[in-house]
């Protein structure tokens, strides 16, 4: 048996995040220093800061919660983390975001608020610079709301925007001058984004964008998981959808190999994962062995009376058959001394039609005596009975009377059923002796050529297993009304029921085709006379296959009890139940334990698969693969050498394992031979973005270049932005 497989626990997902309480040091350390503030504004985290410090001072999710307080009679706003301390605020979270576009910007206001709150800032405005990240191609709308809320609400000195992606190359070493290139490849929470990088700048005119991301696969993941469990115990929720994709999917390499290794009884335990929901285990109370032995004694004394009860009525029956054999022999009797009138006036009011249904009667009542009576002496009723007379058999009918031809004709019909009786009984043991016979040679057959003999058993049962299915897929079709064999057979009974059956050749199309079959009455006719019961045939095959199973069960060695056809097409040895149920332990639907366990396998590998292959859920786009391709040939041959020479991956979707080496493996397809590449990841795909906003920040000449200025604001409006390498161009 098989190592025991590990068991994953999933529970509510619980935020132990620590309460961020309001700063102290501004005072000391930062007012009135002009230190710049780096926010990350990610459509999933935010994570904002203080430039000069080395990691952001707050990580929260960017979710808004508006409800009211029912104990406290209050309308509370709760920002982040603190959203998941109340129920109602849980159910009444909203982003700012749609897509990765910043739509809410009330919400986005009570974040900045939350971020400046927290920092200690207690001026009434934001005397310090910002850096703030934003998407690939944001809308200038957006932007421009943005920086209306940021000068007018705020009236932030000057601020920098940058995508975060190329924010996060820049931490990890690359656009540091004009000659560093690559392929920027942000796998994020909404989308993916292909950003091609030249000369040290971004290039997006030539970015390709995916709609497929960690909220996607969240909720594939979701989907999958609904589609398999419909009848699971517990709804899991959209947490807890996003902790089975973080912590089980992976990238697969090659995913027909990974599908083929799934499916494969022997790898199967590889790649499955147990996954534990919480449960109540319901409480069993344990019974001591006195318990056990008067419930035992309980049982048995209720077994005894029922077969008293039994025997009882079987007498009770038994005496009233005897009672009704003495009054049906005595009214027989009587016929003697009573005149035929008066006899028959008796016999028609007792309840018989004449005297031959009274001696059928009395014939019935006494086999059913002499069968309970030895029913209870235990003797065996098959046993052959003497010959019946056949004294008038030879005696031509000319020289009886009426009665004894009566006699003759129920002698010759015992005689009959006697010599069948007969036959069949000798037939059964010349065939008894011939499967003797024949055992007998295959005994010694099996032992002189034990190999051969196996071969042929197992050749045997294969065609018995072919000609069971054969009959079971045939059956299949014809239950479908759609089937080519179903609509043969339907066309055969309506020229069978037409008055003028249509001829052989090739109908003209002017003619007026056959339409029977087309109304479901027709079809509701068919099935009526198509109904059979199991044929013979079909009983042989099975006494066949058994029997060829037992002997391969017992001479060789290499069959096994799986290998049987019944255990072969059990529906707990399919591969969907073991798809969803598992290969080990065995399936127990009474284990609540199991009840409530779910079973990821193909969906590990299938929810990744979906960024190089969007058809899987439908989404009309190239994949990942395909999608650098298109990018990298735009550029010639030189230009080409240096945008594929590095290869940056980030975002958090990109954490999943396995995403770096499909990457590696897909150029190695698509490049040419001795092509020189690289494919980087990010240190922290989750941290760089704001690290490298924070460099960007504390480089002066950088920040006083791009920046755009409140002046500049009031000047240009609120759509105007300074072009640079790491951000976005003005439209």
């Given at each position: 048996?098989?190592?025991?497989?590990?068991?994953?626990?999933?529970?509510?997902?619980?935020?132990?995040?620590?309460?961020?309480?309001?700063?102290?040091?501004?005072?000391?350390?930062?007012?009135?220093?002009?230190?710049?503030?780096?926010?990350?504004?990610?459509?999933?985290?935010?994570?904002?800061?203080?430039?000069?410090?080395?990691?952001?001072?707050?990580?929260?999710?960017?979710?808004?919660?508006?409800?009211?307080?029912?104990?406290?009679?209050?309308?509370?706003?709760?920002?982040?983390?603190?959203?998941?301390?109340?129920?109602?605020?849980?159910?009444?979270?909203r982003?700012?975001?749609?897509?990765?576009?910043?739509?809410?910007?009330?919400?986005?206001?009570?974040?900045?608020?939350?971020?400046?709150?927290?920092?200690?800032?207690?001026?009434?405005?934001?005397?310090?610079?910002l850096?703030?990240?934003?998407?690939?191609?944001?809308?200038?709308?957006?932007?421009?709301?943005?920086?209306?809320?940021?000068?007018?609400?705020?009236?932030?000195?000057s601020?920098?925007?940058?995508?975060?992606?190329?924010?996060?190359?820049?931490?990890?070493?690359?656009?540091?001058d004009?000659?560093?290139?690559?392929?920027?490849?942000?796998?994020?929470?909404?989308?993916?984004?292909?950003?091609?990088?030249?000369?040290?700048?971004?290039?997006?005119?030539?970015?390709?964008?995916?709609?497929?991301?960690?909220?996607?696969?969240?909720?594939?993941?979701?989907?999958?998981?609904?589609?398999?469990?419909?009848?699971?115990?517990?709804?899991?929720?959209?947490s807890?959808?996003?902790?089975?994709?973080?912590?089980?999917?992976?990238?697969?390499?090659?995913?027909?190999?990974?599908?083929?290794?799934?499916?494969?009884?022997?790898?199967?335990?590889?790649?499955?994962?147990?996954?534990?929901?919480?449960?109540?285990?319901?409480?069993?109370?344990?019974?001591?062995?006195?318990?056990?032995?008067?419930?035992?004694?309980?049982?048995?004394?209720?077994?005894?009376?029922?077969?008293?009860?039994?025997?009882?009525?079987?007498?009770?029956?038994?005496?009233?058959?005897?009672?009704?054999?003495?009054?049906?022999?005595e009214?027989?009797n009587?016929?003697?001394?009573?005149?035929?009138?008066?006899?028959?006036?008796?016999?028609?009011?007792?309840?018989?039609?004449?005297?031959?249904?009274?001696?059928?009667?009395?014939?019935?009542?006494?086999?059913?005596?002499?069968?309970?009576?030895?029913?209870?002496?235990?003797?065996?009723?098959?046993?052959?009975?003497?010959?019946?007379?056949?004294t008038?058999?030879?005696?031509?009918?000319?020289?009886?009377?009426?009665?004894?031809?009566?006699?003759?004709?129920?002698?010759?019909?015992?005689?009959?059923?006697?010599?069948?009786?007969?036959?069949?009984?000798?037939a059964?043991?010349?065939?008894?002796?011939?499967?003797?016979?024949?055992?007998r040679?295959?005994?010694?057959?099996?032992?002189?050529?034990?190999?051969?003999?196996?071969?042929?058993?197992?050749?045997?049962?294969?065609?018995?297993?072919?000609?069971?299915?054969?009959?079971?897929?045939?059956?299949?079709?014809?239950?479908?009304?759609?089937?080519?064999?179903?609509?043969?057979?339907?066309?055969?009974?309506?020229?069978?029921?037409?008055?003028?059956?249509?001829?052989?050749?090739?109908?003209?199309?002017k003619?007026?085709?056959?339409t029977f079959?087309?109304?479901?009455?027709?079809?509701?006719?068919?099935?009526?006379?198509?109904?059979?019961?199991?044929?013979?045939?079909?009983e042989?095959?099975?006494?066949?296959?058994?029997?060829?199973?037992?002997?391969?069960?017992?001479?060789?060695?290499?069959?096994?009890?799986?290998?049987?056809?019944?255990?072969?097409?059990?529906?707990?040895?399919?591969?969907?139940?073991?798809?969803?149920?598992?290969?080990?332990?065995?399936?127990?639907?009474?284990?609540?334990?199991?009840?409530?366990?779910?079973?990821?396998?193909?969906?590990?590998?299938?929810?990744?698969?979906?960024?190089?292959?969007?058809?899987?859920?439908?989404?009309?786009?190239?994949?990942?693969?395909?999608?650098?391709?298109?990018i990298?040939?735009?550029?010639?041959?030189?230009?080409?050498?240096?945008?594929?020479?590095?290869?940056?991956?980030?975002?958090?979707?990109?954490?999943?394992?396995?995403?770096?080496?499909?990457?590696?493996?897909?150029?190695?397809?698509?490049?040419?031979?001795?092509?020189?590449?690289?494919?980087?990841?990010?240190?922290?795909?989750?941290?760089?973005?704001?690290?490298?906003?924070?460099?960007?920040?504390?480089?002066?000449?950088?920040?006083?270049?791009?920046a755009?200025?409140?002046?500049?604001?009031?000047?240009?409006?609120?759509?105007?932005?300074?072009?640079h390498?790491?951000?976005n161009?003005?439209?």
């Amino acid at each position: 048996m098989s190592e025991e497989p590990p068991v994953y626990t999933l529970d509510e997902k619980e935020y132990n995040a620590p309460y961020y309480s309001i700063r102290t040091d501004y005072e000391t350390e930062f007012l009135n220093t002009q230190t710049p503030i780096v926010i990350d504004n990610g459509s999933h985290q935010c994570r904002a800061g203080w430039a000069t410090e080395k990691n952001p001072a707050l990580i929260f999710d960017n979710i808004v919660s508006r409800y009211k307080d029912r104990k406290a009679n209050l309308n509370m706003i709760s920002v982040g983390m603190d959203v998941y301390a109340d129920p109602a605020g849980r159910s009444n979270a909203r982003s700012p975001f749609d897509g990765n576009v910043v739509c809410d910007f009330d919400r986005m206001e009570t974040v900045l608020d939350y971020i400046f709150t927290t920092l200690g800032i207690n001026t009434s405005s934001i005397d310090h610079p910002l850096v703030m990240t934003e998407p690939v191609c944001v809308p200038p709308y957006s932007r421009k709301q943005m920086d209306e809320l940021l000068f007018e609400c705020y009236g932030v000195p000057s601020v920098l925007f940058g995508i975060d992606s190329l924010f996060g190359f820049y931490a990890n070493g690359g656009l540091r001058d004009d000659d560093s290139s690559g392929v920027v490849i942000s796998a994020g929470h909404t989308a993916t984004h292909v950003i091609p990088t030249l000369h040290g700048k971004g290039l997006l005119e030539r970015t390709k964008r995916i709609s497929y991301g960690g909220t996607q696969a969240t909720d594939y993941m979701l989907k999958l998981m609904q589609l398999k469990y419909p009848t699971f115990p517990t709804k899991m929720t959209n947490s807890q959808a996003q902790e089975l994709m973080h912590n089980h999917v992976l990238i697969a390499d090659d995913y027909q190999s990974a599908l083929k290794k799934i499916g494969n009884r022997d790898t199967f335990d590889e790649v499955d994962r147990i996954i534990q929901f919480p449960y109540t285990a319901p409480v069993i109370e344990e019974k001591t062995e006195e318990e056990l032995a008067r419930q035992a004694a309980k049982k048995e004394e209720n077994a005894r009376r029922l077969r008293e009860a039994a025997a009882k009525s079987r007498l009770e029956k038994l005496v009233q058959r005897e009672q009704e054999y003495e009054a049906f022999t005595e009214l027989k009797n009587a016929k003697a001394t009573s005149t035929k009138k008066d006899w028959m006036a008796r016999l028609k009011e007792t309840g018989f039609k004449d005297e031959a249904d009274l001696d059928d009667t009395i014939k019935q009542v006494d086999t059913a005596i002499q069968r309970a009576r030895n029913k209870e002496l235990g003797i065996d009723e098959n046993e052959e009975k003497e010959p019946p007379i056949t004294t008038l058999v030879d005696i031509p009918d000319e020289h009886l009377t009426e009665a004894e031809r009566k006699e003759k004709r129920k002698q010759k019909l015992m005689k009959a059923n006697y010599d069948a009786r007969q036959r069949a009984k000798k037939a059964k043991e010349e065939a008894k002796a011939a499967e003797e016979e024949q055992a007998r040679l295959e005994e010694e057959k099996r032992l002189q050529y034990p190999e051969k003999w196996i071969e042929e058993v197992k050749e045997k049962r294969q065609g018995v297993v072919d000609r069971i299915k054969r009959r079971k897929r045939l059956a299949m079709e014809l239950s479908d009304r759609r089937s080519r064999a179903s609509q043969l057979r339907m066309r055969s009974i309506a020229n069978l029921a037409s008055d003028t059956p249509s001829p052989k050749q090739k109908r003209r199309r002017k003619e007026e085709e056959d339409t029977f079959g087309a109304d479901d009455e027709d079809w509701m006719i068919y099935r009526e006379i198509s109904r059979e019961d199991e044929s013979d045939e079909e009983e042989e095959d099975l006494s066949s296959l058994n029997h060829y199973e037992s002997l391969l069960l017992q001479y060789d060695p290499d069959f096994l009890p799986e290998h049987s056809y019944e255990a072969s097409a059990s529906p707990t040895n399919t591969l969907m139940h073991m798809l969803a149920r598992g290969k080990w332990p065995p399936y127990d639907p009474a284990d609540m334990g199991q009840m409530h366990q779910l079973h990821v396998n193909v969906e590990r590998v299938r929810v990744g698969e979906v960024l190089f292959q969007p058809n899987i859920v439908g989404l009309d786009q190239a994949g990942l693969t395909e999608t650098m391709h298109d990018i990298v040939r735009t550029f010639n041959a030189d230009e080409r050498k240096q945008v594929v020479k590095t290869v940056f991956v980030t975002g958090g979707f990109s954490t999943l394992p396995g995403f770096s080496s499909r990457i590696s493996s897909s150029l190695q397809q698509l490049l040419p031979v001795g092509t020189l590449y690289s494919v980087k990841r990010a240190k922290n795909p989750l941290l760089d973005a704001w690290r490298g906003a924070a460099m960007i920040a504390q480089n002066a000449a950088y920040h006083q270049q791009y920046a755009v200025t409140k002046q500049e604001y009031e000047e240009y409006g609120g759509e105007y932005i300074k072009a640079h390498g790491l951000g976005n161009v003005f439209q």
